[in-house]
């Protein structure tokens, strides 16, 4: 397997064809995996924003406050409106928010980003980062799968890692229920999100600074022959992390 | 970035020489990364053992009755003994038993595995992943940085992906704290777990059945110029889910 990044993509626009980008500079293979940082498909789809089109309602006046004398750290109350207008549930409000985006992906602050933004204040994660995918998927000639990705962090773990947040051309995740171990025995649950992986081996590539290179393109690895699943993001009713947070309250 | 399965790896038994076994198979250069799956670092360091080694105290008897009850299946409360004699905490006891490891790692059952174990019925995780991957470290002539890596679930998305539970000759993490975005603005917090990354790109090809590679090589990828970090596991009092976890009982 073998993982790079597609060469001098230029700073990308609202409106530019991130398809078109990726065809005049690599010549894919169907395949191939294109994974492509949530940043540019924003940008590419228009999601920047100012602070300014986020009057604060009196919700995010109380979350911002509330943040205020958590942290100790002053809090625009306009960045929590953002967070609540992008997410469908907060599930913390301090020290920090963690939310869940419309498409079912939980992070902090909706996944809105306030760096590698040019001449705007906020970069808002692509709507349905799914359709991205697809429509991405589309545009390319060879169809090789395509994963959007974000970088977030995690319970449990310091850091941040990279994630798939939206995927077309190949399921999220081999499902090896059913196979078995070098024993024979069959495998207990394991289904594994490749996406993720996928998105993980791209951002060692991708980082997160400067680098210029939000593209990076996978050759020579094959999901094999496996059964696939399209479920990534948990659903309440059996996310019991979820649950606990739902009942869980911030002590200062 | 290239990555690769070290070839014809024989099936691992108690005292087998991980770096000499890698030695012998790959020319291994000063900045390759070699991820071993923890199942054969376990292997190597004798970590199987059979139920019969735990007999039931009165806790893992009311543990198993508890998850019986609440999954409807039977459960071996010998098995919750190996648990609770593995973990330092428990953090969930339903629907499933969610454990701290002596090492700093949450995970389900201890991270014990019943899969690819010959002739035993239980594989422990390495009792310290950081040591072990130390010692293959040091065995390796070119002592490239090692990470040892498990699969495991994760809160808030289905299914599982490779992460580190070891690491040596290299940090965790890269941290970019400190440095600048493409618009010249300092990075807010971003601690990529490159680590966890690469754990991550190495289960893509070493996968989880009887496919027979459980050590993987990540040629030509680089740290780069950043700060280290090795904090990798969150501490209790940083960790709100965790916080979350503990006051939280499952409901059947
Ligand atoms: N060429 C190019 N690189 C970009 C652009 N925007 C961001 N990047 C790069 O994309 C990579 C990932 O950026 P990041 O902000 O971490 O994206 P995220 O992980 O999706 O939030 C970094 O190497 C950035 O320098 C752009 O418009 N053009
Ligand atoms: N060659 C070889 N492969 C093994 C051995 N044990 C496990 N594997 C392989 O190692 C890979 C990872 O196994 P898995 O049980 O998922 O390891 P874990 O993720 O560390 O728990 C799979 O490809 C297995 O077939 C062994 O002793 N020898
Ligand atoms: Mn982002
Ligand atoms: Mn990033
Ligand atoms: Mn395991
Ligand atoms: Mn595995």
Redesign the pocket.
Known sequence: MEAFAVPD????EAGDDLADIVEERVDLRPDDVVVV????VS?AEGRTADLSEFPAGPRAREIASRLESATGDEKDPRFAQAVVEEGTELLMDAPFLLTETRFGHVTVNAGI?R??VPGKELLLLPRRPGDSAERIHAGLAAAPPVVV???CGRPFRHGQR?VAIGWAGMPASRDWRGETDREGHELEVTVQSVVDELAATA?LI?????????IVVIRDWSFGDHEGSDELFREVEGDFVRQALREWHYDE
Chains 1, 2 share one sequence.
């Open positions: 993509v230029p700073e990308i940082a949530s940043t540019v940008k980003d760096s590698n990705a974000d970088t990279g951002n991708a980082g997160e600074g400067d680098g210029g290179t939000p």
